[in-house]
């Protein structure tokens, strides 16, 4: 079994900044890609941002130039650090990944539970 757990969400004000952090655990061989994505209330969930095993990195065009995606592979964790935060980013962010237990098993992707991020004066 593989968790996913996030951490770092919290109230900051507009302009402000966060760091989540994901860690990745349990009967994992491989970490593939891995990723941010957001759900705002009444809204589907979104794209935030994605991070290839060989850092290769994708945005959406709404965080380009504020958030920053990166990861430690030795530590199976994903980060993403946000500044210039805006009301539009309060939203529940979650972690996924695409994680292969076995040298002979697909990947198959995982996500974490969620935290929250709010964005408010």
């Known amino acids: 079994q593989v968790q996913l757990v996030e951490s770092g969400g919290g109230l900051v004000q507009p302009g402000g900044s966060l760091r989540l952090s994901c860690v990745a655990s349990?009967?994992?061989?491989?970490?593939?890609?891995m990723g941010w994505y957001r759900q705002a209330p009444g809204k589907q969930r979104e794209l935030v941002a994605t991070?290839?095993?060989?850092?290769?990195?994708n945005y959406a065009d709404s965080v380009k130039g504020r958030f920053t995606i990166s990861r430690d592979n030795a530590k199976n964790t994903v980060y993403l650090q946000m500044n210039n935060l805006k009301s539009e980013d309060t939203a529940v962010y979650y972690c996924?990944?695409?994680?292969?237990?076995?040298?002979?098993?697909?990947?198959?992707?995982?996500w974490g539970q969620g935290t929250q991020v709010t964005v408010s004066s």
């Open positions: 991070i290839t095993s060989s850092a290769m990195t």
């Open positions: 996924n990944a695409g994680v292969s237990t076995g040298w002979s098993t697909s990947a198959r992707s995982y």
């Open positions: 349990g009967s994992i061989f491989r970490v593939n890609a």
